[in-house]
């Protein structure tokens, strides 16, 4: 690593790296358990592809939602780690659900409390590392945060996909062992995050009054919509792994396409988010979507691995180039005192769209085939690549 990257690292502050490596611990322990769902409530509960992206899509559309409440609960109080700290406990012990799960209503209750501590947490945290990051290196702050987390996510699977091959593909038994990691990161966001002191004495105010939403500008809501609509262009990570299970590999190894997703989003997160410290904001995005389409098209062209493979390795590139930026910008044009508000309404619109990305590809999957799913994303990347360019300065 040259002196200029290691120099930009250590700016960085203390907080962000541990919230960093929180994010790590609970990645682990989710993605040990979510790499192997769909296959768990298709092979062992007897799911349908509908059900199972209308499962995906109520629970990560609930943890978006659930954020904009926990989002104003954090500007009200003037504090963001306690809530932090309930919603990764909430996570972190919802998780023996899924190992004592007989059906598919204890797998979506489980999974609705889980993303209901994943929306607690989100807000506070993305918010907080806001407060105690320079300006001038946000986008490395949120790029390196995002690293970290996505470095659990293909450490998880990887944890998941050799202990399926080590116990003959004993689902729960590797549910259990996911309770370990997320109790870690609940002990390490107690004992290693302090929260910055505020300067004035903090006097509770109703973040969602009129005369407050009136002071989230036109820039902000541009950030909401365009963020909703990235969501609309892609669905969720499930369906990857079920197009890597009709490649034809074992049932153990298919984790690891969420593996190498992980790998390229980590790899990809710190620079592109160090990269929009220094450059217009409509270039990346641009960019993250054309690599969309780019993976949309692969994964509907073929079902082979190594076909699957490409095409996953695209998405991951995606999610690295524009989930740290799009989490930038909303920082940027927020009114500090209102971040947690910001996040909140940004992840509600974005809740919305991943719940009607998600029905509609299930839907598609079950009907049509995966082929057609796949290509139905690369038409919707397309229109809105096109009107991102249309509206290209509104992000300078």
Partial sequence: MSKIANNALSQIPRGVWVLGFVSLLMDVSSEMIHSLLPLFMVTVLGASALTVGIIEGIAESTALLVKIFSGVLSDYLGKRKGLAVFGYALGAFTKPVFALASGVGMVFAARLLDRVGKGIRGAPRDALVADITPPEIRGAAFGLRQSLDTVGAFVGPLLGAGLMLLWANDFRAVFWVAVIP?????????????????????QPVNPI???NLQRLGSAYWWVVGIGAVFTLARFSEAFLVLRAAQSGVSVSLVPLVMVAMSLVYAATAYPFGKLSDSM????PLAMGLAVLIVADLVLASDDHWV???LGVALWGAHMGITQGLLARMVADTAPADLRGTAYGFFNLMSGLAMLIASVTAGLLWDRFGA?????????FCVVTLVGLFMRSANFE
């Fill in 209 to 211: 009054c009129s005369e």
């Fill in 371 to 379: 082929s057609f799913t796949f290509y139905a994303g690369a038409v």
């Fill in 280 to 283: 217009s904001h409509a270039k």
């Fill in 182 to 202: 997320g109790l870690l990161a609940v002990a390490l966001l107690i004992l290693g995050v302090n929260e910055p002191d505020r300067k004035e004495l903090h």
């Fill in 307 to 309: 076909t699957v493979l």
